[in-house]
């Protein structure tokens, strides 16, 4: 059975009517998001959601990117599960929208450490979705005809294992962005760098835990950067782990990299770092506001240990796209708008409605 | 005095741990350029009266790619790396002299193994002409010779303990298990002891401490005279578990450090001491360490212990020791699943 013009429509309109729902400030739900969220300042989680998940507000714009991509003989998954991790709104949007739109039932397992949101997102979609417990997931993923998962490497294996071979299937573990400048940044420029490293905390694939600076020295970057992090409100400390970066910072001081942060020495100590390498490949950091700036002869190399696992760049200077492409870079785009994942995104470099779909030859 | 005299002193039981590591952090302070850089971003420097609690650690991982020394590189005698389980790239420590080393090592080690004098010791772990990079190996070495009789030394098979008079075996946890389990029917003589240090590192399946135990029993060791050691490439000191012979069961077992050194036990969240009884990170401050930073942050986590009525250090001032839990989950790289699994 194939997914009619007027199916995909009503899926696609319900799917942004309840994203638009989440960003409305005058929707009780989206107060209860705001109010209730143990890893967000208010502040932080309104401007992540606004920037995040703007593209996915219109219904006509879903519909055609998933009719485009998904041909009309395909067949799509009549249930589905989706298994969550992590505490990131808009890769949970993301990964319930696939098989959602595509007109399945869907499943939804919430993570343990924040159900807030997959609870509320399920109400604000109202129908064809149901929330499950950690217990039912391998008969329900026994049982579907598409999976998602998104969390830890650990997770996405787990999940993987459980799932009949043949299963259309959807594993989104663990990755990170970069973002790639010249010598001299600019105060816009570093604004909108404060925003890519910034946006949600540094929580999710697509903040970058390093600035690589192609010609020039990372100290002038980091210091501009860091007058534009330091107007930011503070951060919730829930779910990060400071322990690592407060290593990475005494790593950084016994190295002898200069490290930029709070003036203070009182609790804003460890709310945000940026530290200036010089040279090596890339480590990144454990995120909470924390990112190594570090200047580097050529770009490959220093990605080198990220292959595969790169996500996404943004940039302010030409690069060589197909070579981030095969570290895994499956964005490329402007500083300031590496978290707004439009839902053309292929993401991971996949095609997701594709890939939850089934197809038949006819001879 | 030379500070490396009152180290001496220090572990002879003859000066204050809290005046030595003063004058230890001072001289590091003022040595390492990188340690200072450290001290001086935390806004800690040498002061009189200064809380040990409050001298800067380095993490452990600072061992790997980072020189921390405090002498020139040309009077490097001796270098240990670490056994990298969690990493491609070892930790690597320097000595300008293993005197303060050995002396503190054998004083540690004579205490919890061979407190009545020398006695046979078989050991499955390589000593130092096989593994010269190895700190473990290092001590065997010093321990067959301070400690062995003629009838000690190297086996790696562990046949020999089984014959002869009894034996103290040396083994790492992970070999130990092996010897045991392609030996079914091996009996120790009455009398034999085990040294037991280090876990499983990842190359086969972990045995718990108990297991462990079970098969020490069946081979004709009892648990009192099962003694386990922790320490490792990037510190001086030992801890020990018990006096050999004398030793509790396995579930009341504490790593106490030496009389001359310190473990605090903090919340990696916030690097504050834990309550009593709490789990946290292990934090040593070793000033046998001289040479490079006494102070050291580790990944391992451990149970603080304060001392009691019904639970004490076996000599020297009182001090807590921990219970250890196992390696801490480090925060690696991170995707949309950060926080918890689903």
């Known amino acids: 059975m194939s997914l009619s013009d007027d199916e995909l429509s009503v899926r696609c309109d319900e799917l942004s009517a309840a994203v638009r729902r989440l960003l409305d400030r005058a929707d009780p739900l989206h107060e209860r998001l705001v109010r209730q969220s143990p890893y967000f300042h208010a502040d932080t989680l309104e401007a992540g959601l ?31 599960v989706v298994v969550l991790g992590g505490v990131l709104p808009p890769s949970h949007v993301q990964a319930i929208a696939y098989p959602f739109c595509l007109g399945a039932d869907v499943l939804i ?124 409100p ?63 002869d050529e770009v490959s190399a220093a990605l080198a240990p990220l292959r595969g696992r790169l996500s996404a760049v943004s940039t302010n200077v030409a690069v060589d796209v197909p070579a981030l492409a095969r570290l895994g870079a499956a964005r490329v785009v402007p500083l300031g708008s590496l978290q707004a994942a439009p839902p053309e995104w292929p993401h991971d470099g996949r095609l997701p409605f594709t890939a939850l779909c089934r197809y038949v030859g006819r001879d | 005095m030379s500070l490396d005299a009152s180290i001496l002193a220090l572990i002879e039981g003859q000066a204050r741990f809290e005046d030595v590591a003063a004058d230890v952090f001072a001289h590091q302070y003022s040595a390492s350029a990188a340690y200072r850089r450290l001290c001086d971003a935390q806004q800690r420097a040498p002061a009189a009266e200064l809380d040990w609690r ?43 002299t293993l005197a303060l080393y050995r002396a503190g090592a054998m004083r ?24 010269p990079d190895s700190s473990l190996s290092q001590m065997v070495s010093w321990a067959l010779e301070t400690f062995g009789t003629d009838e000690s030394g190297v086996d790696e098979s562990g046949l020999s303990a089984a014959t002869g008079a009894p034996a103290l075996v040396l083994g790492t946890a992970f070999g130990l298990a092996t010897w045991l389990e392609q030996n079914p029917t091996l009996q120790l003589p009455a009398g034999s002891a085990i040294m037991e240090t280090g876990g499983f590192k990842g190359q086969r399946q972990e045995l718990t401490r108990d297991d ?92 603080r212990i304060t001392p009691s009525a019904d639970v004490a250090p076996p000599d020297g001032p009182p001090r807590d020791g921990f219970v250890y839990v196992g390696r801490a989950r480090l925060a690696a790289l991170k995707g949309c699943g950060l926080v918890d699994e689903p």
Not at chain 2, 108 to 131: C, E, W, Y
């Open chain 1, 234 to 296: 503070p951060r919730r400390r829930t779910g990060i782990d400071e322990d690592a970066l407060t290593r990475a910072r005494e790593l950084a001081w016994l190295r002898g990299d200069t490290v930029f942060g709070p003036e203070s020495g009182g609790p804003e100590r460890g709310e945000w770092a940026v530290i200036a390498a010089h040279g090596g490949q890339f480590t990144g950091t454990a995120g909470g506001r924390h990112v190594i700036v570090r200047a580097v």
């Open chain 2, 108 to 131: 540690r080690f004579g205490a919890a193994l061979a407190p009545t004098g020398r006695r046979r010791i078989v050991s499955l772990i390589p000593d130092a002409s096989a593994r």
């Open chain 2, 212 to 303: 462990l135990f079970q098969l020490y029993e069946r081979a004709g060791v009892p648990s009192a005279c099962v003694v386990g050691e922790y320490g490792m490439a990037e510190l001086s000191s030992q801890w020990y578990d018990g006096v050999v012979g004398q030793a509790g069961p396995p579930e009341t077992r504490v790593y106490w450090p030496a009389p001359w050194a310190r473990t605090r036990v903090v919340d990696p969240q916030t690097r504050r001491d834990v309550a009593p009884g709490e789990t946290g990170l292990l934090l040593h401050v070793d000033p046998v360490n001289r040479g490079s930073v006494q102070a050291v942050l580790t990944q391992d986590l451990g149970r």
């Open chain 2, 54 to 96: 409050l001298i800067p650690a380095v993490p452990i991982e600072a061992f790997r790619g980072q020189s921390l020394t405090c002498f020139p590189p040309e009077r490097c005698v001796a270098t240990f790396l670490s056994s990298g389980t969690t990493s491609a790239e070892r930790g690597r420590h320097d000595f300008d």
């Open chain 1, 50 to 80: 606004s920037l995040s998940l703007g593209g996915w507000t219109s219904g006509e714009r879903l519909y055609r990117h998933v009719r485009a991509q998904v041909h009309a003989s395909a067949v799509p998954p009549q249930r589905a």
């Open chain 1, 109 to 232: 397992k919430p993570p343990s450490a924040d159900p807030l949101f997959p609870a509320l997102f399920a109400e604000a979609l109202g129908r064809h979705v149901q929330l499950i417990g950690g217990a039912d997931v391998p008969a329900a993923v026994r049982a579907a005809d598409a999976v998602v998962v998104v969390g830890s490497d650990e997770a996405v294996r787990g999940v993987s294992a459980l799932t009949p071979v043949g299963t259309p299937w959807l594993g989104f573990g663990a990755r990170t962005a970069v973002s790639i400048v010249g010598g001299q940044l600019g105060a816009d420029d570093a604004r909108r760098l404060a925003i890519d490293v910034t946006t949600f905390d540094q929580r999710g694939c697509l903040s970058p835990t390093e600035v690589l600076v192609v010609v020039g020295e990372s100290s002038r970057v980091a210091s501009s950067l860091a007058d534009a992090m330091r107007a930011l």
